[in-house]
């Protein structure tokens, strides 16, 4: 028996729901399921809430809270991402919780879970890899929308809508202008090779250099500058013919800029490097780095008017969004020596 007035916290505790779905059943929403209005209201009935609608007026004037989880925000890539998002869904009148996972599914999970408790609207998650299962299973219990971007996770999350870009494109865009700047054996270096995003970012690259019948070569591991710059000189040792590079990233790609700046190999000339993402960087950089350019900030605006949309209009994303991608040109493979 509750010996103080009931809050919505309270109707939410009774019917097993979030916050933001019983506020959602109160504003009559589309989004709720049927049955999930059944039991709030009984559990309104039974507790004795009572809508302040006059109050509810006057919060729903002022921001609502949009939860944005993000792997890696170390990575510029993620953090321009996160930067559009936030200020789109800024202009839409929405405030914004970031949470950063680090590439921990228990962390992402703890976070997820205190997003909804904490009465999210909506939640866009890229999400971390790893077994994230019960944190998916939170998310379609809370019934509120939520899109998965960047990255697909099969585990529990086949119901969340899904965008991301034309990866494959983009690796056969960079390939094939590696292969028409006379490139004659090129790699693939960056990227945990069982992931599906690393198998995407190849599948053009394998594409490409299957059709010319030649060999493909690959080094995978992590997608950090050190390990783009160790394997700029393991290859220069070990592979003195590799005369041509597709980074993972523009991580690895600046790592390799600078082991082959380190041993005196001219990138541009002695050997050709593409990245993949172009974040800002690499127009900045010497010599400046040939990118597979996702557009991120594009995207970002696309996704958070995607989720408004869904929010204010019930407009839910039934089919994966796939984005365009293109390839930005620079110094480091168009031919042009990075010496004086």
Same mark, same amino acid.
């Given at each position: 028996m509750l010996t103080k007035r009931p809050t919505i916290v309270d109707v939410a505790r009774h019917a097993g729901v979030s916050k933001s779905t019983v506020s959602l059943v109160l504003r009559s929403s589309p989004l709720v399921k049927s049955e999930t209005v059944v039991a709030v209201r009984a559990s309104i009935d039974e507790l004795g809430y009572v809508y302040n609608r006059s109050a509810a007026n006057l919060r729903s004037s002022s921001l609502g809270l949009i939860g944005l989880v993000i792997n890696d925000l170390r990575n510029p890539f993620f953090t321009e991402f996160a930067a559009t998002v936030q200020k789109t869904l800024a202009q839409r009148g929405y405030a914004?919780?970031?949470?950063?996972?680090?590439?921990?599914?228990?962390?992402?999970?703890?976070?997820?879970?205190?997003?909804?408790?904490?009465?999210?609207?909506?939640?866009?998650?890229?999400?971390?890899?790893?077994?994230?299962?019960?944190?998916?299973?939170r998310v379609l219990k809370a019934e509120i929308p939520a899109l998965q971007v960047l990255r697909k996770i099969e585990h529990g999350s086949n119901n969340l809508p899904f965008a991301s870009f034309d990866y494959g494109k983009g690796g056969a865009l960079a390939t094939q202008h590696l292969v028409d700047s006379g490139c004659k054996k090129i790699a693939f270096v960056g990227g945990v090779a069982a992931r599906e995003i690393t198998q995407e970012r190849m599948q053009g690259y394998l594409s490409v250099l299957n059709e010319l019948g030649r060999l493909p070569l690959a080094w995978h591991g992590p997608t950090t500058r050190l390990f783009g710059r160790e394997m700029a000189i393991a290859i220069s040792r070990e592979h003195p013919d590799v005369d041509g590079v597709l980074c993972f990233n523009d991580q690895v790609a600046l790592g390799m800029l600078s082991g082959f700046a380190e041993i005196g190999r001219d990138v541009g000339r002695d050997?050709?490097?593409?990245?993949?993402?172009?974040?800002?960087?690499?127009?900045?950089? +010497?010599?400046?780095?040939?990118? &597979? #350019?996702?557009?991120?900030? !594009?995207?970002?605006? +696309?996704?958070?008017?995607?989720? &408004? #949309?869904?929010?204010?209009? !019930?407009?839910?994303?039934?089919?994966?969004?796939?984005?365009?991608?293109?390839?930005?040109?620079?110094?480091?493979?168009?031919?042009e020596a990075s010496s004086r």
């Open positions: 914004t919780i970031i949470g950063d996972t680090s590439e921990d599914p228990a962390l992402q999970a703890q976070t997820v879970l205190s997003m909804i408790e904490h009465g999210v609207s909506g939640l866009v998650i890229s999400p971390a890899y790893g077994d994230t299962t019960g944190c998916f299973e050997i050709r490097i593409v990245g993949f993402d172009d974040i800002e960087e690499c127009a900045n950089t +010497w010599p400046k780095l040939s990118s &597979v #350019d996702c557009n991120i900030a !594009g995207f970002g605006v +696309w996704v958070a008017e995607a989720l &408004v #949309d869904w929010l204010e209009h !019930g407009k839910r994303l039934e089919t994966p969004y796939i984005a365009g991608v293109e390839l930005k040109v620079r110094a480091s493979s168009n031919g």
